[in-house]
């Protein structure tokens, strides 16, 4: 695996949710900063997204955002961060951001979430890359999510050596932990937990 230097982050863009999710959202700003890890995301102002982007920022951290223009109607661009891109649709944006990061971390998040994740969990399916994907588990928020692709797994819809693809951890810090572990657990208790 490459150096991260770029981390895509996905989330929720709607405001109303609990502080647990605000949270969290704020120290992952922070963290990225910290590690001089540029944000790579959707480009809002609003809900997580805008959270962790002006915590980046505030940390004197580097954000670099993409945006579809139709989406301007629906959500605010964040002209604060390090740059913003407007760009022509959501598949420039979802490609955009891909080539950009070096790994994925997922905050809560709903539909458009889950669009974008699995849309690159998918890929590397298809072998079209090998960048790290981890969910932030806040609140047991991505349980749900972690039982049903335990399901898909149990009843062989996806095949055993794609539950590397993707990780669940439980807190913030330990997202970055997981940057570092190698791609199966080892003895002890894995920090990332594999589904």
Not at 1 to 18: H, N, R, T, W
Not at 90 to 115: I, N, Y
Not at 127 to 145: A, G, Q, R, S, V
Not at 160 to 171: D, I, L, Q, R, T
């Amino acid at each position: 695996m490459k150096e991260i230097q770029a981390i895509g982050v996905y989330c929720s863009s709607y405001d109303a949710v609990k502080d647990a999710y605000r949270d969290a959202a704020l120290e992952l700003g922070e963290l990225l900063a910290q590690h001089k890890i540029t944000m790579i995301y959707g480009g809002g102002v609003q809900g997580l997204m805008g959270e962790v982007a002006n915590s980046v920022m505030s940390h004197g951290g580097r954000v670099i955002g993409f945006m579809p223009h139709h989406l301007e109607e629906f959500e605010k661009p964040n002209r604060t961060i390090t740059e913003l891109h407007i760009v022509d649709t959501m598949h420039t944006r979802k490609s955009l951001m891909f080539e950009h990061s070096d790994a994925f971390f997922v905050l809560p998040g709903g539909f458009g979430t889950l669009d974008e994740t699995f849309e690159l969990i998918t890929w590397r399916q298809l072998e079209l890359h090998d960048k790290p994907i981890i969910f932030i588990n806040i609140n047991n928020y991505w349980t749900p999510l972690k039982e049903l692709t335990k399901n898909i797994f149990d009843q062989h819809f996806a095949k055993p050596e794609h539950k590397k693809f993707f990780k669940f951890v439980a807190s913030v810090p330990e997202a970055f932990q997981a940057l570092l572990k190698e791609p199966e657990p080892t003895t002890g208790e894995p920090v990332a937990e594999w589904v």
